[in-house]
T-cell receptor, first 114, second 110 residues
């Protein structure tokens, strides 16, 4: 089945620790996105990438880093510089080049502080 | 002012009712409009995708876009308990970003 796989479902971070959230897609989509979802705030864009080895900051990129070494993969690292990392993190992907296509989402990773 | 405004609810209706969910927006450049359904602890699932003004129907769901009023709606007919979820509207100006509403929580009571 084609889709977006996020892992792990739940993640706990200790103070001063970096953690990496995985996002893999087999939809052959060009673009991939990371969002953070907090109660009452909707989805906020962290980073996005439209092509391998290139990515752009979204609205709340501080304290986060990404890489796009393969088309299928777009991991997100939550660094120790992110002081309030507790949230639900969603990865999405979409087709480019055929008008604007909607984004499709994975089932998220919930990150909490120990 | 937020780009997209959506009443968070919660909204509670009896089974079989017609549900109306709405979003307003401020950016007249928005051309693509989407509705997503999100169950608890899951990612958003695309329900409807429309371009410009007009109506689009898919089974029990109808999406309506009124660009002159900067207002979009999702109607759910014959609502079912399985429709209980949070509904997110989203919009795009053909740029690189989508703009999401905060979501409306819906409960359909059997």
């Amino acid at each position: 089945d084609g889709g977006i796989t996020q892992s792990p479902k739940y993640l706990f971070r200790k103070e001063g620790q970096n953690v990496t959230l995985s996002c893999e897609q087999n939809l052959n989509h060009d673009a991939m996105y990371w969002y953070r979802q907090d109660p009452g705030q909707g989805l906020r864009l962290i980073y996005y990438s439209q092509i391998v080895n290139d990515f752009q900051k979204g609205d709340i990129a501080e304290g986060y880093s990404v890489s796009r070494e393969k088309k299928e993969s777009f991991p997100l690292t939550v660094t120790s510089a992110q002081k309030n990392p507790t949230a639900f993190y969603l990865c999405a992907s979409s087709v480019l080049g055929q008008g604007n296509q909607p984004q499709h989402f994975g089932d998220g990773t919930r990150l909490s502080i120990l | 002012q937020k780009e997209v405004e959506q009443d968070p609810g919660p909204l509670s209706v009896p089974e079989g009712a017609i549900v109306s969910l709405n979003c307003t927006y401020s950016n007249s450049a928005f051309q693509y409009f989407m509705w997503y359904r999100q169950y608890s602890r899951k990612g958003p699932e695309l329900l409807m995708y429309t371009y410009s003004s007009g109506n689009k129907e898919d089974g029990r769901f109808t999406a309506q876009v009124d660009k002159s009023s900067k207002y979009i709606s999702l109607f759910i007919r014959d609502s079912q308990p399985s429709d209980s979820a949070t509904y997110l509207c989203a919009m795009d100006d053909t740029g690189n970003q989508f703009y999401f509403g905060t979501g409306t929580s819906l409960t359909v009571i059997p």
